[in-house]
């Protein structure tokens, strides 16, 4: 069973931290890059961090320095660290093998966590 389950969204200020948690399927997680995406509505899914299986990391500019990607291989859970926070990074969030696990010619997401950040 194919499963990508996001937590740890929530509403905070700028300025301040937040973590999230996805736990996904061993067909997904076992053995593959995995990353977490953010989508503006209207605009398409972007990626804001991946972590290899062994642990090298990529961040996409905008997140770099302020957000740190993890994963324990033991749990199928990946973890993003989201520091600094600004009202730019409020968004629904997502999580996913990088690139995206597809399934009869489509992308498979879960529900996503919605990040809110006020000034």
């Known amino acids: 069973q194919v499963q990508l389950v996001e937590s740890g969204g929530g509403s905070v200020q700028a300025g301040g931290s937040l973590r999230l948690s996805c736990v996904a399927s061993?067909?997904?997680?076992?053995?593959?890059?995995m990353g977490w995406y953010r989508q503006v509505p209207g605009k398409q899914r972007e990626l804001v961090a991946r972590i290899t299986s062994r642990g090298t990391t990529n961040y996409a500019d905008s997140v770099k320095g302020r957000f740190t990607i993890s994963r324990d291989n033991a749990e199928n859970t990946v973890y993003l660290q989201m520091n600094s926070l600004k009202p730019e990074d409020t968004v629904v969030y997502y999580c996913n093998k990088y690139p995206p696990f597809v399934s009869a010619g489509r992308q498979v997401w879960g529900q996503g966590t919605l990040v809110t950040v006020s000034s």
């Open positions: 061993g067909s997904i997680f076992s053995n593959n890059a």
